[in-house]
């Protein structure tokens, strides 16, 4: 999770968000470049004599005005694409969960493990542990293997909701009457947060998603519980 007054990104747990985290430093980078340029000109403008009020055009400079700025949009164009077909990828999963939004709770379904259903509610204040993460923890966790890719099936039963978990790059909208299916391989084992990312009514805060990501062969073991 995030520590507090955290300015950048979660550090990435897959290997989307490994991409999604390089592009945005990328990008990141070119706007950085572009504001300090624009700043300059302007300080300068503003600080010195350098202006010339003969010059009425200068095609040369317009047309390098002109074509710069479109070849730094294809540069961050390009890449944005790419990472962007690379998370519609289904890429073959071992498994598949499926997670139903409700106002204002998660509903889980490992359809594989003999339709094993629980709902994810999040803790109250009065039965955190020392050490919980306030408005975060949930009773049930969803528990979800590493190294092995996985499809989320993402569905809700009465409003928008966004099932989301930032360190693996995952954000997906649950829509009433409609299955959306994204998928991820994490590579760490650990707990992971997440939060509902659609305006979806008065406890839209307080539908926190935690997924528990468990090696392979623990997970293979069978539907473990935790708390
Ligand atoms: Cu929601």
């Known amino acids: 999770m995030a520590h507090p007054v955290q300015l950048g990104l979660q550090d ?41 009020t003969n010059i009425t055009d ?9 074509i710069l700025p479109a070849i730094i949009l294809v540069l961050i164009a390009l890449p944005s694409l790419r990472i962007l077909y690379l998370t519609d990828e289904i890429n073959n999963p071992s498994f598949t969960i499926k997670s139903i939004g409700h106002q204002w709770y998660w509903t889980y379904e490992y359809t594989d ?21 306030r408005l975060l923890e949930v009773d049930n ?9 996985v ?5 809700s039963q009465d409003v928008l ?18 299955l959306n299916q994204t998928t991820f391989t994490a590579m760490r084992p650990g707990v992971y947060y997440g939060q509902c990312s659609e305006i979806c009514g008065a406890n839209h805060s307080f539908m926190p998603i935690v997924a528990e ?15």
Do not use: C
Not at 113 to 133: A, E, H, T, V
């Open 12 to 52: 990435a747990t897959s290997p989307i968000m490994e991409e999604l985290i390089a592009f945005h430093d990328h990008t990141f980078m070119i706007v950085s470049l572009i504001s300090f340029l624009v700043l300059y000109v302007l300080s300068s403008v503003l600080t010195t004599k350098l202006i010339s």
């Open 58 to 66: 200068a095609q040369e400079m317009e047309t390098i005005w002109t």
């Open 113 to 133: 493990y003999g339709g094993l259903i629980f709902n994810s509610y999040m803790l109250p204040s009065l039965f955190l542990n020392p050490g919980d993460l």
């Open 141 to 149: 966790r969803v528990v979800l293997p590493i190294e092995a890719p």
């Open 151 to 155: 499809r989320m099936m993402i569905t």
């Open 161 to 178: 909701h966004s099932w989301t978990i930032p360190t693996l790059g995952l954000k997906t909208d649950a829509i009433p009457g409609r």
């Open 213 to 227: 990501l468990i090696p392979l062969k623990i997970f293979e073991m069978g539907p473990v519980f935790t708390l």
